[in-house]
C-alpha cells in the first residue's frame, strides 16, 4: 500500500489549493479514503472522508463549505480542493486509506 500527496504550498489568505493523493497496491475503489492534518506540535486531526463510491462525504466543522474532498477511482486519486483558506489552516495534510497514512504535504496559508 502506498499514498503519496501532492499538491501542497504556499497561498495567501482567501487563496485556494488542490491537494492529490495518489493511491496504490490495494483495491482502491472498494474504500473509503480520508484527508487528515496535523498542526505543528500536535496530533492529526480529521478533515474529510468520502466513501468507496463517492456519493458520501463528510467534513470536520471547521472546514465545511470550504473544502470538497473528492475522488476519481479510475485513476486511483483522491482529491481535497480547498478554498477560502485561513492562517489556521496551515498544516501538513495526510491522506489516510485502509489505515495507511502518505507523508504528508505542507500546506502554509500567510499574507
Known amino acids: 500500500v502506498e499514498l503519496v500527496e501532492s499538491g501542497g504550498g504556499v497561498v495567501g489568505p482567501g487563496g485556494s489549493l488542490i491537494l492529490s493523493c495518489a493511491a496504490s497496491?490495494?483495491?482502491?475503489?472498494?474504500?473509503?479514503m480520508s484527508w487528515y492534518r496535523r498542526f505543528p506540535g500536535k496530533s492529526r486531526e480529521f478533515v474529510a472522508t468520502?466513501?468507496?463510491?463517492?456519493?458520501?462525504?463528510e467534513y470536520a466543522e471547521d472546514v465545511k463549505g470550504r473544502f470538497i474532498i473528492s475522488r476519481d477511482n479510475g485513476e486511483k486519486m483522491v482529491y481535497l480542493q480547498m478554498n477560502n483558506l485561513t492562517v489556521e489552516d496551515t498544516a501538513m495534510y495526510y491522506c489516510n486509506g485502509l489505515g495507511r497514512w502518505g507523508r504528508g504535504t505542507q500546506v502554509t496559508v500567510s499574507a
Open positions: 468520502i466513501t468507496a463510491g463517492g456519493r458520501t462525504k
Open positions: 497496491g490495494f483495491s482502491f475503489k472498494q474504500y473509503f
